[in-house]
């Protein structure tokens, strides 16, 4: 392990301790649906939160003396939602710059592996509340464009403990957000991408082979940054996923390749084409995150578009995850997105999966979120009903163990105008 | 015999220019040649065989078709469970309880148990066809982007109707959108209103007889793209130029008036000579008459400001933030124009009281917000507090992926609104995405609503139209089947032994 890597393993874990979450009361939600996996429903049940944590979960479940009451009849409760690619907390507005970090010009050239969403992460940003609100309580943010657009963190959307402090991120780096085909390059050649990403990886191992050369100023020349040379060798390790941008066939091909050839792990993101890939990203155990509304011939190379490509994908074996893909201020639309997956054919339990378990099993959290299994981290949502639905909404959201206050900036604008003054 | 020619004398004093100088004195060898109308000779302009509104209601190659049993949303404030539609000859024929209508023998029954039936779903604001997919510089036909006010540029100049984008929306309900060019400009040109179908020329998709319209755009999209292109680089920059573009067709339109009045006056009186030189038997003493005015140049950009300002067009104005929509009703109530509606206008529930007054009616989504600053204020119960004002409210979508949902668009928009205490039926929700935008459009005398007389634009959906599991079944559009989900969708030329759709069928 490099030394650098040392350090980013202990700013990470750093940032752990920050995220603690604040010690919590007992909470118990009673008598309602739950999902304690999204295949695996109780009724009328009880979920016993202490410590951030789930305790108990079941019909039988007593509630302990001083719990937090919540009434779940006719409720139901799922895990907390996990955006699975998003830029919360990077772009507060998209179109101003002022406000707007970790999105690189989408040329073959943007090379910022070191690039760490966490040091540009806000978690003040005006968006976590409405996500949260929206019953979202982590994402998965990071930056995007050019070739390595640099690593991506996992962060919670729970409120911070006091008034001004951050929202801490829960791991630094999950992932290394890199991308081919048109998703890195606006103009040029797709072959050369991909190119340029072999260079690339041959320069890691390059450097790592000459590290003391390279030192002295004895190395060849390599189309990467010392840190940003560094940031790839977890990845080229196999210990860091990489989840890479691509929307058409021959993109995700390359990506497969690419990832047998070095012993990648990674994951599609985009995948507008992925269905006529499906056997092959079922064989190398790729999970694709999809945004099922993307239907449109939208470029020249990517016109194989479906309706269904995420219930086709899931058919033949392929984990799917559902996501805005990078919006922030729709974070809160991603349970929209899977009940259109599910009305195109996706089974309602992988919908469900698609926005809870399985992004958290993408980026290595599957013991600690996505499920409220007991011992998990107790991000919860309480729903008016069915979670997937447009009639429903998110009543309470817990948040490490935590209830959550849903005020946003568009509940104050609405509490303002609700009545009109003049 | 001297001829007094009085024609018009009586007039003369209200026009602006004298018009009688007769002088008879003067014989003249050539009187006809004078008495040439110089825009006689040139042929008239004719106009696009649009059809007129009457074409709307009237399709002989639709078929007849019943759907029976249905629970069908009449966006008139009527529900009917239990109820049957017969559609024919392009028109509503019948609706009401199953046991009341009656089924022509030779139509088409369709069994609607547990199904929905709706009116069309209309996108007030849409630019398939302008923006088509793929979205490549071939097809980007929506922002005529050379100066900030273009109205002389029409969407339907540009309008692909081959984009495949348009089968899709259609297997979203869809059957009228409000076609616009883009938001680069200030007045960026007319709008094109289609019927959701596939065609080979516009002129076979234009919605029957509808009127025009002219899309306007405030706030940040204009001073972004003309910044460094000679401006306007400010919102200050920009209703001075709408008010110097108004203040331009004012004058444009007072020349245009006077030269019609002029015409008129002339018209008069080399009839009245004619007659009088038709008793005159002595051909030295014809009479002459002055040459006809001349016409003032046409300008189209300003032909269709003109005819703003006379009310044939209805404006549309793209605007989100309220300051931003309290001054376009300062331009318009200076200019003397109506605004139609506001399209986007994320802050109109803080001015609903003023829209509402005014009956300008709001475009809006159900919870687009924050993607640029003049969209930070956005909230999901706009559309919601805009109906609770009396005024009216839209769903529209702007987006070839939104338009494929405007109904479940529209659920997100009154669930919103309830959960904030605002009671909205589904009859109003229904509303936002049929009967109101029919009238943003101007056409809600034929479609927008299920009446007896009505268009056939109608809607079977698996489920309630506002739940996220429900599709469209059966599309019709003027009566014609535009969607059938057991034949899915149509391809359009494009797409032919070239896409997914065909192979994935």
Redesign the interface.
């Given at each position: 392990m490099t030394r650098t890597f040392t350090l980013t393993r202990l700013a990470a874990v750093g940032v752990l301790a920050c995220a603690a979450p604040v010690a919590a009361d007992t909470i118990a939600v009673t008598g309602a649906t739950i999902y304690q996996r999204s295949d695996h429903k109780l009724e009328g049940a009880t979920l016993v939160i202490r410590d951030g944590k789930i305790a108990e979960v079941g019909a039988g479940v007593a509630v302990p003396a001083g719990a937090t009451r919540i009434d779940g009849t006719g409720k139901t409760v799922t895990a907390g939602l996990i955006e699975a690619s998003t830029q919360l907390g990077l772009i507060e507005v998209d179109l101003e710059e002022s406000g707007n970090d970790g999105r690189f010009a989408v040329l073959p050239t943007e090379i910022h592996a070191a690039y760490r969403a966490v040091d540009a992460y806000s978690g003040r940003s005006v968006a976590i509340p409405i996500a949260r609100a929206g019953g979202v309580t982590s994402a998965i943010t990071g930056p995007s464009g050019g070739l390595v657009a640099g690593q991506a963190a996992w962060v919670s959307l729970g409120e911070g403990a006091g008034p001004i402090a951050p929202i801490a991120p829960l791991r630094a780096p999950v992932a290394m957000n890199m991308s081919l085909g048109r998703d890195a390059m606006a103009i040029g050649s797709r072959g050369h991408t991909v190119e340029r990403l072999r260079e690339l990886f041959d320069d890691v191992d390059n450097y790592r082979r000459n590290r003391a050369g390279f030192e002295r100023n004895a190395s060849r020349r390599l189309i990467a940054q010392r840190l940003d040379l560094e940031a790839l060798l977890p990845v080229l390790d196999g210990r860091e996923l990489v989840a890479i941008r691509a929307s058409a066939e021959v993109d995700i091909r390359a990506a497969l390749a690419i990832a047998a050839e070095r012993r990648l792990r990674i994951a599609i993101v985009g995948g507008t084409e992925a269905w006529r890939v499906a056997a092959e990203l079922a064989a190398a155990r790729v999970p694709v995150l999809l945004d099922p509304t993307d239907n449109l011939p939208g470029d020249l190379g990517a016109v194989n578009v479906r309706d269904d490509t995420a219930a086709v994908l899931a058919r033949a074996g392929v984990v799917v995850g559902i996501s805005t893909l990078g919006s922030t201020s729709a974070a809160r639309t991603i349970r929209q997105l899977a009940g259109i997956a599910v009305a195109q054919g996706l089974p309602w339990q992988k919908g469900l999966a698609a926005i809870t378990e399985v992004p958290a099993q993408i980026y290595g959290g599957a013991a600690e979120r996505g499920t409220l299994e007991r011992g998990k981290i107790a991000d919860v949502v309480v729903w008016s009903g069915d979670p997937l639905e447009l009639s429903s909404r998110a009543e309470t959201v817990i948040i490490g163990g935590a209830v959550q206050s849903l005020a946003t900036h568009q509940s104050r604008l609405l509490d303002r105008y609700k009545v009109l003054h003049r | 015999m001297r001829v007094p020619v009085l024609v018009c004398l009586a007039l003369a004093s209200a026009c602006a220019t004298p018009v009688v100088k007769v002088k008879p004195e003067q014989p003249t060898l050539d009187v006809d040649e004078s008495w040439v109308d110089p825009a006689g000779d040139v042929p008239p302009r004719t106009r696009r065989p649009t059809q007129d509104r009457g074409a709307a209601l009237h399709n002989p190659a639709a078929p007849a078709i019943a759907i029976r049993h249905a629970t069908i949303m009449t966006a008139t404030g009527q529900t009917i469970d239990g109820g049957t539609i017969v559609l024919a000859d392009g028109a509503i024929t019948a609706l009401g309880a199953d046991a009341g209508v009656k089924v022509p023998g030779g139509a088409q029954v369709i069994d609607g148990t547990g199904k929905f039936v709706t009116p069309g779903l209309i996108d007030a604001h849409s630019h398939l066809g302008v923006y088509a997919?793929?979205?490549?510089h071939a097809t980007d036909d929506g922002n005529e982007a050379s100066a900030p006010v273009t109205a002389q540029a029409r969407a339907q100049y540009g309008y692909w109707p081959q984009d495949?984008?348009i089968s899709?929306a259609i297997a979203g309900g869809v059957t009228a959108a409000l076609i616009l060019p883009g938001s680069a400009n200030l007045i960026g040109g007319e709008g094109f209103i289609v019927v959701m179908r596939p065609g080979r020329t516009t002129d076979e998709v234009a919605f029957p007889g509808a009127p025009r319209a002219l899309k306007m755009a405030c706030g940040?999209n204009p001073k972004r793209v003309y910044a460094e292109k000679g401006g306007p680089r400010t919102r200050m920059g920009e209703y001075a130029a709408f008010r110097a573009a108004f203040n331009e067709a004012r004058a444009y339109l007072a020349k245009q008036t006077v030269y019609e009045r002029t015409r008129a006056l002339w018209l008069k009186k080399k009839a009245r000579a004619a007659e009088l030189d038709g008793k005159q038997t002595n051909p030295r003493l014809k009479v002459k008459v002055e040459p006809a005015p001349e016409a003032p140049p046409v300008d189209l950009r300003l032909e269709t400001l003109a005819a703003v300002l006379r009310g044939d067009v209805l404006v549309q104005v793209h605007c989100y933030k309220a300051s931003d929509m309290a001054e376009m009703v300062a331009v318009a109530d200076e200019s003397g124009f109506q605004i139609r509606s506001f399209h986007h206008a994320l802050e109109a529930?803080?001015i609903?009281?003023l829209l509402a007054a005014r009956h300008i009616a709001v475009n809006t989504w159900s919870?687009?917000?924050?993607?640029?600053?003049e969209a930070?204020?956005?909230?999901?119960?706009n559309a919601a507090?805009i109906t609770q004002q009396g005024g009216r409210a839209t769903i529209h979508s702007d987006s070839?992926?939104g338009i494929?949902?405007l109904n479940?668009d529209a659920?997100?928009a009154?669930?919103a609104g309830r959960?904030?205490g605002i009671s909205i039926t589904d009859d109003q929700a229904l509303r936002w995405v049929t009967a109101n935008p029919a009238w943003v459009l101007g056409v809600d005398d034929v479609t927008g609503t299920l009446e007896a007389g009505k268009r056939a634009d109608v809607v079977v959906w698996s489920g309630s139209p506002?739940?996220?599991?429900?599709?469209a079944e059966l599309v019709i559009a003027g009566g014609e089947v535009t969607y059938d989900r057991k034949t899915g969708l149509l391809p359009s030329d494009?797409?032919l032994g070239?896409?997914?759709?065909e192979?994935?069928r």
């Open positions: - | 997919a793929p979205g490549t495949p984008q899709r940040e529930y803080k609903r009281d919870d687009w917000w924050g993607f640029k600053l930070f204020d956005g909230i999901q119960e507090l070839a992926i494929q949902r479940q659920a997100k009154m669930a959960a904030a506002f739940s996220v599991y429900s599709r494009f797409e070239n896409s997914a759709i192979r994935a």
